[in-house]
Every structure is written in structure tokens, then in C-alpha cells.
């Protein structure tokens, strides 16, 4: 399968806690969106990164949220200290690399579903 | 700053009715403007595009056309099918941001 993998699907924490949530772009693509998408809500830009490099992250939370892309590995969606307004879907989609202008064409994962209890 | 409005859900209709979720944008400089669908558990999936004024973007029998003056793209299909139930979401990039801007949704429940 050659597309955006994201694990946990379901991820279930207590307040308190940390979630990490995981995210391998597709084949040869290079950069790295997460969204939120709350309870019947639409969804929420979060993070942009390339490898190493965060991009934009004007939609993140500035306390206890962090992402990170690092050369090897997958991207990774950090959530310290857990509260219940946290619950809910986390997408995360992926782009090729440009040589100019982004189309804004992304391929999403299937989400990680956080509840906090 | 950029935004997308959607028409309020749920859509319920019957097989065989005609669809039209509406969409308007506010966008500075000049956006792409997106469909995307959503299925029950699953992420969300390009459903169409169009990139300028005028064009009409297609696929599976949906279609929307980029209408400038009226700063829309309607989603439409002729006839619904019962696989369509799904959540459809608007959106635009405008290439001077690097995110996509994406409405709230709009459920389309469509039964036999």
C-alpha cells in the first residue's frame, strides 16, 4: 500500500497523558500536513513540515502540542498532558516535492481517532 | 484571510435525485478551488478540482464549475446513488499560504 499510513487508528488516553501519533507519507513524497477535525466540525490546519523543517505551524496550539518530521522515520504529532478538548480526529496528508508552485493537491491518511476519558 | 462556506447538512435524498451542495469562497489573490469526500471511517479523498475562473472540474459523475464573479463552485451530480452518503467538503489553496482552507462539511445521506 503506497499511501499516507497513519497509526494508531484509535488511540484512547486519560487526562494527563501523552498521545503520539504517527504518520508516513506516500513514496516520494516529501512534505507533511496534520489536521484536527473536531466532532461534526470541518478540518482544522495544524502543521506543515519537510524533512527537519517545520514550515508553517500557525494552526498549532502554542502549549503542549508539537510535531516533528525527522530525516528518517515517520512525522510525528506530539500531545502532552491530554485533556478532554483534545478528542478527536487527527488527519495527516502528504504532497510531492515542487519544483515551483504547490497545486494544493494533498493525499490524506485515514486518521488517528484520539479519546480522552 | 481566506475562508469557505458551506451549505448547513445533513442532505438527505432520495436515489436517483439531483444534487447541489453550494460553496462560496473569500480568498485573497487567486485560489484553486476542491471538492473532497469523506466516507464513513476513512480519510478524505480528492474528489475534483478546478485551478481557474470558468473551469469545471469532474469526476464520477460530480461536477463544479470555478465561478469567479460569484466567488463559488457548487458541487452537483444528476442523479445520486446510495455509495455517494458520504461527507463532502470545499476547500482552496491560494499557493501564497501552504495550507488548504476547508469548509465544515456537508453530509449527504442518500437513501432508496
Known amino acids: 500500500n503506497a499511501g499516507v499510513m497513519q497509526n494508531p487508528r484509535h488511540l484512547v488516553r486519560r487526562r494527563g497523558q501523552e498521545a503520539r501519533l504517527r504518520c508516513s507519507p506516500m513514496k516520494g513524497h516529501s512534505h507533511v500536513y496534520w489536521y484536527r477535525q473536531l466532532p461534526e466540525e470541518g478540518l482544522k490546519f495544524m502543521v506543515y513540515l519537510q524533512k527537519e523543517n517545520i514550515i508553517d505551524e500557525s494552526g498549532m496550539p502554542k502549549e503542549r502540542f508539537s510535531a516533528e518530521f525527522p530525516k528518517e522515520g515517520p512525522s510525528i504529532l506530539r500531545i502532552q498532558q491530554v485533556v478532554r478538548g483534545d478528542s478527536a480526529a487527527y488527519f495527516c496528508?502528504?504532497?510531492?516535492?515542487?519544483?515551483?508552485?504547490?497545486?494544493?493537491?494533498?493525499?490524506f491518511g485515514e486518521g488517528s481517532r484520539l479519546t480522552v476519558l | 484571510g481566506n475562508s469557505v462556506t458551506q451549505m448547513e447538512g445533513p442532505v438527505t435524498l432520495s436515489e436517483e435525485a439531483f444534487l447541489t451542495i453550494n460553496c462560496t469562497y473569500t480568498?485573497?489573490?487567486?485560489?484553486?478551488l476542491f471538492w473532497y469526500v469523506q466516507y464513513p471511517g476513512e480519510g478524505l479523498q480528492l474528489l475534483l478540482k478546478?485551478?481557474?475562473?470558468?473551469d469545471k472540474g469532474s469526476n464520477k459523475g460530480f461536477e463544479a464549475t470555478y465561478r469567479k464573479e460569484t466567488t463559488s463552485f457548487h458541487l452537483e451530480k444528476g442523479s445520486v446513488q446510495v455509495s455517494d452518503s458520504a461527507v463532502y467538503f470545499c476547500a482552496l489553496y491560494t499557493g501564497t499560504a501552504s495550507k488548504l482552507t476547508f469548509g465544515t462539511g456537508t453530509r449527504l445521506q442518500v437513501t432508496l
Open positions: 480568498a485573497t489573490g487567486y485560489p484553486s
Open positions: 496528508a502528504s504532497s510531492p516535492p515542487t519544483s515551483g508552485r504547490h497545486t494544493g493537491e494533498l493525499f
Open positions: 478546478a485551478t481557474k475562473a470558468d
